[in-house]
């Protein structure tokens, strides 16, 4: 008898660990005793990029990273140069049980397949930089989005190339504009037609406009494109070239070194202002690479983490679309900026 009853207090014993061992289930369905604030309770946040080796990039996910380090949180910091990998990407953030992506896609017509991706994996989406854009075409304005006010922007690119062209005295006849577009992606549409846009207004005639477009988003598919303009419209003496990012604009730069035009015949103006741009200020001759309007990397890296941190832990919903401005930046002014900004 006394046996028995020693057993059962043995089963009861074993009953209750086993029910106080699947009490303590973390969100990954793992079973298992956990101390609080150990890995498996982390909130885990993904950051996708397109162009993993641009500057721009790098440092999104840097200032990223600064936030996962305050917050305490895992950041998964995944390159996909295609829609394909932009996909896989998700499955395997899903599989790792992340709550939450940020997301600059390497296509934004995927939007709907991504979104669809995220929303079936119960993953909180935030897109970054590059918009989604809905079967329609327009902007899906239902996901939350983090971006620049890309036609601004493109309008101080158009009054800064008006100003320095008539400060150096160019003689509009002898005067072209090459703009390097990419006109498949909205936000850098909205910047090469700001940029177009308001040169116009200042009186600079269409017939001097010539749009080089680009097959793709790096250097060489800047200077491929340039060539074909310079190819074209030989008889030009100066240059001005605008574009998507500083990327656009540097291979336009060197496209128009190598056709022998000195600094003094080209103004070039970036976007983005990130580590290439100043390296090119850094260089100890002046190029045809003038200024460039420095966006806020910070706020695209930082906010948006902290944003999305923000909405997984305490439930608050971050606004549904957000713009950042920028500031130019040239050769003579980029420290004394840089440093205001805390760079
Ligand atoms: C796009 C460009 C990047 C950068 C971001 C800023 O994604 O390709 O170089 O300018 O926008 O939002």
């Given at each position: 008898m006394k046996h028995i009853s020693r057993?059962?207090?043995?089963?009861?014993?074993?009953?209750?660990?086993?029910?106080?061992?699947?009490?303590?289930?973390?969100?990954?369905?793992?079973?298992?005793?956990?101390?609080?604030?150990?890995?498996?309770?982390?909130?885990k946040i993904g950051f996708i990029v397109k162009q993993p080796e641009e500057p721009w990039f790098q440092?999104?996910?840097?200032?990223?990273?600064?936030?996962?380090?305050?917050?305490?949180?895992?950041?998964?910091?995944?390159?996909?140069?295609?829609?394909?990998?932009?996909?896989?990407?998700?499955d395997n953030l899903a599989a790792q049980k992340a709550q939450g992506l940020i997301i600059c896609t390497p296509d934004t017509r995927l939007g709907p397949a991504l979104a669809t991706k995220a929303k079936a994996a119960n993953i909180k989406l935030l897109t970054v930089d590059d918009q989604f854009l809905g079967?329609?075409?327009?902007?899906?304005?239902?996901?939350?989005?983090?971006?620049?006010?890309?036609?601004?922007?493109?309008?101080?690119?158009?009054?800064?190339?008006?100003?320095?062209?008539?400060?150096?005295?160019?003689?509009?006849?002898?005067?072209?504009?090459?703009?390097?577009?990419?006109?498949?992606?909205?936000?850098?549409?909205?910047?090469?037609d700001g940029a177009i846009e308001t040169l116009s207004a200042t009186g600079f005639t269409n017939e001097a406009i010539f749009k080089a477009a680009?097959?793709?988003?790096?250097?060489?598919?800047?200077?491929?494109?340039?060539?074909?303009?310079?190819?074209?419209?030989?008889?030009?003496?100066?240059?001005?070239?605008?574009?998507?990012?500083?990327?656009?604009?540097?291979?336009?730069?060197?496209?128009?070194?190598?056709?022998?035009?000195?600094?003094?015949?080209?103004?070039?103006?970036?976007?983005?202002?990130?580590?290439?741009?100043?390296?090119e200020f850094k260089k100890p001759t002046v190029t045809g690479f003038f200024a460039s309007v420095l966006l806020s990397a910070k706020r695209h890296g930082q906010e948006t983490s902290e944003m999305m941190f923000n909405w997984i832990k305490n439930g608050v919903e971050p606004p549904k679309?957000?713009?950042t401005d920028g500031v130019l930046i040239t050769r003579e002014t980029y420290q004394k900026i840089l440093k205001e900004q805390g760079m």
């Open positions: 057993l059962l207090t043995t089963a009861s014993i074993l009953m209750l660990a086993l029910v106080a061992g699947c009490g303590k289930n973390d969100s990954a369905g793992n079973a298992g005793p956990k101390s609080p604030g150990s890995a498996a309770d982390k909130i440092l999104e996910w840097k200032f990223a990273q600064q936030a996962a380090d305050e917050l305490k949180f895992d950041l998964v910091k995944i390159g996909a140069v295609d829609g394909e990998k932009a996909l896989t990407a998700i079967a329609d075409g327009k902007a899906m304005a239902d996901v939350h989005h983090l971006g620049i006010s890309a036609r601004n922007i493109g309008r101080m690119v158009g009054k800064a190339l008006a100003e320095e062209m008539k400060k150096r005295g160019w003689n509009a006849a002898e005067t072209a504009l090459c703009a390097m577009t990419y006109e498949e992606l909205a936000t850098a549409r909205e910047r090469t680009q097959k793709t988003t790096d250097i060489p598919g800047a200077f491929d494109a340039a060539n074909i303009v310079l190819t074209q419209h030989a008889g030009v003496k100066h240059w001005l070239i605008c574009g998507n990012n500083d990327t656009a604009v540097m291979g336009a730069v060197r496209a128009m070194e190598g056709r022998g035009f000195a600094a003094g015949n080209v103004i070039g103006i970036g976007i983005n202002g990130s580590d290439d741009c100043i390296a679309a957000t713009y």
